[in-house]
């Protein structure tokens, strides 16, 4: 939590101790003021008993105002988590970069990954179904792999995009010297 966060917190949770404390000595004045009432209505004092209510009433309304700061102050200190919490820019940055870099690879839309390989072997001549029997065709195509159109024997003829490319037998075969 940054220090700013850090500070505003302090005072909301000093605040609301002291509201904690005010609501205490309150509730025991309330107490003093509501025995005075009856007394004073016991004994026939009817002035005595109206003041003495009076001030109760304004016991009652200042414990009132206090518990509706006290909510206020509840919600200002979850405002102030949430704001601590709330990621800065470059979190965002690097969300979206990982992102653009998943959709390049394909392996955030599988069935764009799958259409443009139905249009690479459109492209190349193959047909674009399953071609023949059901049971011979895979259930997704297979990702097209620039690195086996090479066919090179030397691991150094290869870039990135060919090597991020090859299965596990294929790279094992290049990195063996024997290629299948």
Same mark, same amino acid.
């Given at each position: 939590?940054?220090?700013?966060?850090?500070?505003?917190?302090?005072?909301?949770?000093?605040?609301?101790?002291?509201?904690?404390?005010?609501?205490?000595?309150?509730?025991?004045?309330?107490?003093?003021?509501?025995?005075?009432?009856?007394?004073?209505?016991?004994?026939?004092?009817?002035?005595?008993?109206?003041?003495?209510?009076?001030?109760?009433?304004?016991?009652?309304?200042?414990?009132?105002?206090?518990?509706?700061?006290?909510?206020?102050?509840?919600?200002?200190?979850?405002?102030?988590?949430?704001?601590?919490?709330?990621?800065?820019?470059?979190?965002?940055?690097? &969300?979206?970069?990982? *992102?653009?870099?998943? /959709?390049?690879? =394909?392996?955030?839309?599988?069935? %764009? #990954? @799958?259409? !443009?390989? &139905?249009?690479?072997? *459109?492209?190349?001549? /193959?047909?674009? =179904?399953?071609?023949?029997?059901? %049971? #011979? @065709?895979? !259930?997704?195509?297979?990702?097209?792999?620039?690195?086996?159109?090479?066919?090179?024997?030397?691991?150094?003829?290869?870039?990135?995009?060919?090597?991020?490319?090859?299965?596990?037998?294929?790279?094992?075969?290049?990195?063996?010297?024997?290629?299948?």
């Amino acid at each position: 939590m940054k220090n700013i966060f850090h500070a505003e917190m302090a005072l909301l949770i000093r605040r609301e101790k002291e509201i904690d404390q005010e609501l205490q000595e309150l509730g025991k004045e309330f107490a003093t003021w509501k025995d005075r009432v009856e007394l004073a209505q016991k004994t026939g004092r009817d002035e005595l008993a109206a003041r003495a209510q009076e001030r109760l009433d304004q016991v009652r309304a200042e414990a009132s105002g206090l518990r509706r700061e006290q909510k206020r102050l509840g919600t200002m200190k979850k405002q102030v988590r949430y704001e601590s919490r709330r990621p800065s820019g470059n979190e965002v940055q690097r &969300a979206e970069a990982l *992102l653009e870099s998943f /959709r390049q690879s =394909g392996l955030i839309d599988p069935e %764009e #990954a @799958a259409l !443009a390989t &139905a249009f690479e072997n *459109l492209a190349k001549g /193959r047909p674009a =179904g399953d071609g023949g029997t059901p %049971e #011979a @065709a895979p !259930a997704e195509p297979a990702p097209h792999s620039p690195a086996s159109d090479k066919k090179s024997n030397n691991l150094d003829d290869l870039d990135l995009d060919d090597l991020e490319n090859l299965d596990l037998d294929e790279l094992e075969a290049l990195v063996s010297g024997t290629n299948e």
